[in-house]
């Protein structure tokens, strides 16, 4: 796909979604950053679950980091791997108080830095709380990119780099959004509901679902 179907492509995202937002509950930087550490091989909607009661009951690095990860295990056992996640958010709130004051650092390097935090998780913090144009490339964006023929690429950061290259710069902060809704509802990894997508005349899939049912 050229640049200037990409960009089409994209548009034709944005014209259908004006004003997309993150599905994961959240209140500020650091409900946040949980709420997407939490959600990796998971759902959005199994964390929103479970994170009304762990942020009523530790709202802060402070009181996350009090609660260790024995306080924090009960309130997200319902997600996937919770055990491993409930250290990394502990850990990462203690780091947060210890080096940070505990706020949430707009800084890749150091969010990376953080236990459980990668650079998809690190992208959509400086995305979403921050305001940068960052591209956080999940499951969904990654299946669309190679799909599609938007940004192909063998890994996560190849496509990333190209979607980023390809995108408008003028979209570029809310492609993550469209990208990801678009993969979880539209483009879905099955079946494809192509008959729906308001990028299909820009779409390079060879295999169209053009109705349900196939």
Request: hydrophobic share 40%; proline share 8%; with cysteine.
């Given at each position: 796909m050229g640049t200037e179907q990409a960009a089409a492509f994209i548009r034709a995202l944005a014209d259908a979604n004006p004003a997309p937002e993150t599905e994961l509950l959240y209140t500020d930087p650091f409900t946040l950053l949980v709420a997407?550490?939490?959600?990796?091989?998971a759902t959005d909607a199994s964390v929103n679950r479970a994170t009304p009661d762990l942020f009523a009951a530790a709202p802060t690095p402070e009181a996350m980091a009090a609660l260790g990860a024995e306080g924090i295990g009960p309130y997200i056992r319902r997600i996937g791997l919770w055990q491993g996640k409930a250290r990394n958010v502990a850990a990462l709130s203690r780091l947060l108080v210890e080096r940070h004051g505990g706020q949430v650092p707009a800084d890749r390097a150091a969010l990376e830095a953080l236990?459980?935090?990668g650079r998809k998780t690190a992208n959509v913090v400086l995305n979403v709380a921050f305001g940068e144009e960052a591209m956080a490339v999940d499951t969904h964006i990654f299946r669309i990119g190679n799909r599609?023929?938007?940004a192909p690429?063998?890994?996560?950061?190849?496509?990333?780099?190209?979607?980023?290259?390809?995108?408008?710069?003028?979209?570029?902060?809310?492609?993550?959004h469209w990208l990801i809704l678009h993969g979880r509802y539209t483009c879905k990894a099955r079946t494809p509901e192509c008959w729906r997508c308001p990028a299909i005349a820009f779409c390079n899939y060879r295999d169209k679902v053009l109705k349900p049912g196939g």
């Open positions: 997407v550490v939490l959600s990796a091989q236990p459980g935090v599609t023929g938007l690429g063998k890994t996560v950061r190849e496509v990333e780099d190209r979607l980023v290259a390809r995108c408008p710069p003028e979209l570029l902060r809310d492609a993550h």
